[in-house]
């Protein structure tokens, strides 16, 4: 498979809560459990039991290692089906503030040393 990726991802234990937007920017109620496997500046990549659509989007807050709360939006783009039922996803930032990302840059350093 040819990488897409822009940024180096990071294998993290974090917690995330999905909550669905809708295209009239009307917010569905729709919380998602899923397990993080990767994050990097520009993506997160998770599993979840839940079918989601790719192309739809999500606000997310993302609980990382420091337990401080990064508030995304992110998009699904790529979608794999597991052999155990659940699904492994790929999904891109659209939307996270400067600081929320250095935060993911700051961890990436650490974690090369």
């Given amino acids: 498979m040819e990488e897409k990726r822009k940024h180096k991802r990071l294998d993290l234990d974090v917690s995330i ?3 669905r937007l809708d295209q009239e920017g009307i917010t ?3 919380y998602v459990h899923v397990t993080v496997t990767d994050i990097s500046r520009s993506g997160i990549g998770f599993t979840a039991n839940q079918k989601l659509d790719v192309g739809t989007y ?3 807050k993302i609980q990382i290692w420091t337990q401080e709360v990064v508030d ?11 052999e155990d039922g659940s699904y ?9 503030t400067d600081t929320d990302a250095l935060k993911i840059d700051i961890y990436q ?3 090369d040393l």
Wanted: net charge negative; proline share 0%; charged share 25%.
């Fill in 17 to 19: 809560q999905l909550e």
């Fill in 58 to 60: 999500y606000d997310t």
């Fill in 28 to 30: 569905t109620l729709k």
């Fill in 88 to 96: 492994h996803y790929g999904c891109v930032f659209i939307g996270m």
């Fill in 72 to 82: 995304a939006v992110i998009e699904i783009v790529r979608r794999e089906d597991n």
């Fill in 109 to 111: 350093i650490f974690n």
